[in-house]
């Protein structure tokens, strides 16, 4: 869906910018007396939500591509992996669970 570094523009845009943006024209509304600050406030918020879950269905997609196995927790720890290492291209990060013996999820 998305390149790694147009996701992390992105990611920035929706986590630290579009945030700060709006705190920025709120509080300078209301000291200044400048234009519609709940409408433009408003409608930041609506576009970074909107950001927000489409980079959350990114990154989910990217989990899934990049899913390595599992990591296994227990008195001798393990991997079980989803394919062959040799077959994973070099530079490219996987993901792991880390689950238990049972093969289930630890949190």
């Known amino acids: 869906m998305f390149e790694k570094r147009t996701y992390d523009t992105l990611k920035f845009v929706a986590q630290i910018l579009l945030p700060a943006l709006g705190t ?6 209301g000291l200044w007396g400048l234009p519609n600050p709940d409408e433009v406030v408003g409608t930041v918020v609506a576009v970074d939500t909107f950001l927000g879950v489409l980079l959350g269905l990114a ?29 994973f291209p070099v530079g490219q990060e996987v993901h792991f669970k880390v689950t238990n013996e049972t093969g289930e999820e630890v949190t």
Do not use: C, D, M, Q
């Open 24 to 29: 920025l024209y709120f509080t300078l509304a």
């Open 59 to 87: 990154s989910k997609k990217y989990r899934k591509k990049n899913y390595g196995g599992e990591i296994v927790k227990g008195e001798r720890p393990s991997f079980r992996f989803e394919k062959h290492p040799a077959e």
